[in-house]
T-cell receptor
């Protein structure tokens, strides 16, 4: 398997623009997680899905952030409008089954908002 | 606020030495504990997990858990320059009906040849 695939790897945009990050989880994994990583706050869970259903979105910073998972092989994280403080690395991760098994991370999407 | 604390480092050790990385957590109900390694510019990858008090060994890595002291550590024996990375401690915590992973900020390890 190719692992978790994220795109784009790098995104530079201007404040106020819409940003869409994409993720393809590992086939067969029924949990998908979106994380944000910064130096100051480390890894923060934004939202996670189980069988395409959002389970916990309490980590989504504000209404500017939204996430969808229309099917088992695709998820998006959208920021609209973007702000400079959204600059971070956004990771998608997937896991097979409940409990606390291993998370498999994608390579991340580095977002810079000017 | 449930927390996981790690020294940010950098922790610098000579090649061949033992590197000791430490992590404390605030939630007494935590059941599962993980160590992830993250190379610069890369994504985290799982190295070890431990559920029970005591030691768990896997090759050059040993995880140690003391639930009474709310403390988990990672020992790396015969450290190699390729071990230079940031090590993230992650702990499960119950948040309402959901179980979440809470992450430390990581300890930067530098192994000097």
């Amino acid at each position: 398997d190719a692992g978790v695939i994220q795109s784009p790897r790098h995104e530079v945009t201007e404040m106020g623009q819409e940003v869409t990050l994409r993720c393809k989880p590992i086939s067969g994994h029924d949990y998908l997680f979106w994380y944000r990583q910064t130096m100051m706050r480390g890894l923060e869970l934004l939202i996670y899905f189980n069988n395409n259903v959002p389970i916990d979105d309490s980590g989504m910073p504000e209404d500017r952030f939204s996430a969808k998972m229309p099917n088992a092989s695709f998820s998006t994280l959208k920021i609209q409008p973007s702000e400079p403080r959204d600059s971070a690395v956004y990771f998608c991760a997937s896991r097979e089954g409940p409990g606390t098994g291993e998370l498999f991370f994608g390579e991340g999407s580095r977002l810079t908002v000017l | 606020q449930k927390e996981v604390e790690q020294n940010s480092g950098p922790l610098s050790v000579p090649e061949g030495a033992i590197a000791s990385l430490n992590c404390t957590y605030s939630d007494r109900g935590s059941q599962s504990f993980f160590w992830y390694r993250q190379y610069s510019g890369k994504s985290p990858e799982l190295i070890m997990f431990i559920y029970s008090n005591g030691d768990k060994e896997d090759g050059r890595f040993t995880a140690q858990l003391n639930k009474a002291s709310q403390y988990v550590s990672l020992l790396i024996r015969d450290s190699q320059p390729s071990d230079s990375a940031t090590y993230l401690c992650a702990v499960t915590t119950n948040a309402g009906n959901n179980r979440k992973l809470i992450w430390g900020l990581g300890t930067s390890l530098a192994v000097n040849p």
